[in-house]
Nanobody
């Protein structure tokens, strides 16, 4: 049974930074693309960033230039470095492989950005 565990969220002031981690049980990440998603209160879950197995990255326009996704296959972990945070980044952040497997959604990690 694959488990994805997100961590690293918290409360931060606007302009601050956080680094999120997504750890997987087993070595599932090594050959899969992985993406971060977020869900703000009252809104649908939305794509944030992805990284392919080869390290190619992609970002939502709303976070481009502020967020950086990276991966450490040896640790089966994908990271999301979030800089220059804005109140509109407030959400619960989730990770998943691509294509998305609905059985893999974890509890997420909450990010709150105060103005």
């Amino acid at each position: 049974q694959v488990q994805l565990v997100e961590s690293g969220g918290g409360l931060v002031q606007a302009g601050g930074s956080l680094r999120l981690s997504c750890a997987a049980s087993g070595s599932i990440f090594s050959t899969r693309s992985v993406a971060w998603y977020r869900q703000a209160p009252g809104k649908q879950r939305e794509f944030v960033a992805l990284i392919s197995s080869g390290g190619t990255t992609g970002y939502a326009d709303s976070v481009k230039g502020r967020f950086t996704i990276s991966r450490d296959n040896a640790r089966s972990t994908v990271y999301l470095q979030m800089n220059t945070l804005k109140p509109e980044d407030t959400a619960v952040y989730y990770c998943n492989v691509l294509p998305v497997n609905n059985d893999y959604w974890g509890q997420g990690t909450r990010v709150t950005v105060s103005s």
